[in-house]
């Protein structure tokens, strides 16, 4: 077996080099740039996708913080709302013992008027019965 090199070798190695510039330009290049567009579409979504999530946190940070401002003022209008409940409270109670007292002392001179009122009356009339009860004993 021996292998001659003849023009026929030359044909061929220039039909393999002119198929290899027309595969290239046709079929190589375009599917390399269109890898190279879709990567940089890749890129570009993964960019987009981290901007987002960083927005996102900064979002959520945010918005606890804004819970938690909100949250410690309905805690301190709950706290002042229960004091002023606490002081209305204590006022009507306040209230609620004066009228007692007032109506007691009203009460209690009520009494002491209808006590005096009633003694003032049999002793009006003591007399009239000591000189009846005399003139049963005596009789």
Same mark, same amino acid.
């Given at each position: $077996?021996?292998? =001659?090199?003849?023009?026929?070798?030359? %044909?061929?190695?220039?039909?393999f080099?002119v &198929?290899?510039? #027309?595969?290239? *330009?046709? %079929?190589?290049?375009? #599917?390399?740039?269109? $890898?190279?567009?879709?990567?940089? #579409? %890749?890129?570009?979504?993964k960019? +987009?996708?981290? @901007?987002?999530a &960083? !927005?996102? /946190?900064?979002?959520q940070?945010?918005? @606890?913080?804004?819970?938690?401002?909100?949250?410690?003022?309905?805690?301190?209008?709950?706290?002042? #709302? !229960?004091?002023? *409940? +606490?002081?209305?409270?204590?006022?009507?109670?306040?209230?609620?013992?004066? !009228?007692?007292?007032?109506?007691?002392? /009203?009460?209690?001179?009520? %009494?002491?008027? /209808?006590?005096?009122?009633? $003694? =003032?009356?049999?002793?009006?009339?003591?007399? &009239?019965?000591?000189q009846?009860?005399?003139?049963?004993i005596? *009789?």
């Amino acid at each position: $077996m021996s292998i =001659s090199l003849d023009i026929t070798f030359l %044909i061929q190695l220039v039909n393999f080099l002119v &198929s290899l510039l #027309i595969i290239n *330009a046709l %079929i190589i290049k375009p #599917i390399r740039k269109n $890898m190279a567009q879709r990567q940089a #579409i %890749i890129d570009a979504d993964k960019k +987009e996708t981290n @901007d987002f999530a &960083s !927005k996102i /946190e900064a979002q959520q940070v945010l918005y @606890d913080e804004r819970l938690r401002a909100v949250r410690v003022e309905v805690t301190k209008q709950r706290e002042s #709302i !229960k004091l002023d *409940a +606490e002081g209305s409270a204590q006022q009507k109670l306040q209230q609620a013992n004066d !009228k007692a007292r007032v109506l007691r002392q /009203e009460s209690t001179q009520k %009494i002491q008027g /209808e006590s005096q009122e009633a $003694m =003032s009356i049999l002793q009006n009339k003591i007399a &009239s019965y000591t000189q009846e009860a005399l003139t049963k004993i005596l *009789a």
